[in-house]
T-cell receptor, first 115, second 117 residues
Framework: AQKITQTQPGMFVQEKEAVTLDCTYD???????LFWYKQPSSGEMIFLIYQGSYDQQNATEGRYSLNFQKARKSANLVISASQLGDSAMYFC????????????FGRGTQLTVWP | KAGVTQTPRYLIKTRGQQVTLSCSPISGHRSVSWYQQTPGQGLQFLFE???????NKGNFPGRFSGRQFSNSRSEMNVSTLELGDSALYLC????????????????FGPGTRLTVL
């Protein structure tokens, strides 16, 4: 069974500091993709970053980077230089195979950035 | 490029009624997936449609159904609404191109918030 675990229900970080949100996953498929999404209070799921299981390098997108440790089955999100607008719920998700038509989500981490 | 659009954004229904939600994917995206989000259960997968065929299905009762049209637009229908169906319903699209997972990321619409009274 596919499973995504986010062990931090809430995280607090001061503006301009970096923060790491944890995510571990469990799958027996060799081909999978890992995603992070941001969900502000408005409800929309905003795609942040993606890492494929065969990708050799960790994914980066602006202030977001994904610390992918395949052997440990972890895919932590690192947000550098936090901003007040980063306050939101963050979800880790996994899709299987090459077409990624179904995502399995973790329970999310509520990030609060304070000035 | 326009994003995923969902209509309506908000709905209020009463128990026993039925509802139809609509989703228009990003141009060129062939796969549409639907998810239900509730505070208690989190994000749960409903189904995925690709080329007008249901390709994946989650663990929901038969009251939940969907379809996809030739232009990739999708609808989901919930019949005989129950109070527990109150949720945010999210639609996501991806290219579903063969040849590798990279580039097949799912992009979500703003959601339809359904309230059942």
């Amino acid at each position: 069974a596919q499973k995504i675990t986010q062990t931090q229900p809430g995280m607090f970080v001061q503006e301009k500091e970096a923060v790491t949100l944890d995510c571990t996953y469990d799958t027996s498929d060799p081909s999978y993709g890992l995603f992070w999404y941001k969900q502000p209070s408005s409800g929309e799921m905003i795609f942040l970053i993606y890492q494929g299981s065969y990708d050799q390098q960790n994914a980066t997108e602006g202030r977001y980077s994904l610390n992918f440790q395949k052997a440990r089955k972890s895919a932590n999100l690192v947000i550098s230089a936090s901003q007040l607008g980063d306050s939101a719920m963050y979800f880790c998700a996994m899709g299987r195979g090459s077409t990624l038509g179904r995502l399995y989500f973790g329970r999310g981490t509520q990030l609060t950035v304070w000035p | 490029k326009a994003g995923v659009t969902q209509t309506p954004r908000y709905l209020i229904k009463t128990r026993g009624q039925q509802v139809t939600l609509s989703c228009s994917p990003i141009s060129g995206h062939r796969s549409v997936s639907w998810y239900q989000q509730t505070p208690g259960q989190g994000l749960q997968f409903l189904f995925e449609y690709f080329s007008e065929t249901q390709r994946n299905k989650g663990n929901f009762p038969g009251r939940f159904s969907g379809r996809q049209f030739s232009n990739s637009r999708s609808e989901m229908n919930v019949s005989t609404l129950e109070l527990g169906d109150s949720a945010l319903y999210l639609c996501a699209s991806n290219r579903a191109a063969s040849g590798g997972a990279s580039g097949n990321e799912q992009f979500f619409g703003p959601g339809t918030r359904l309230t059942v009274l």
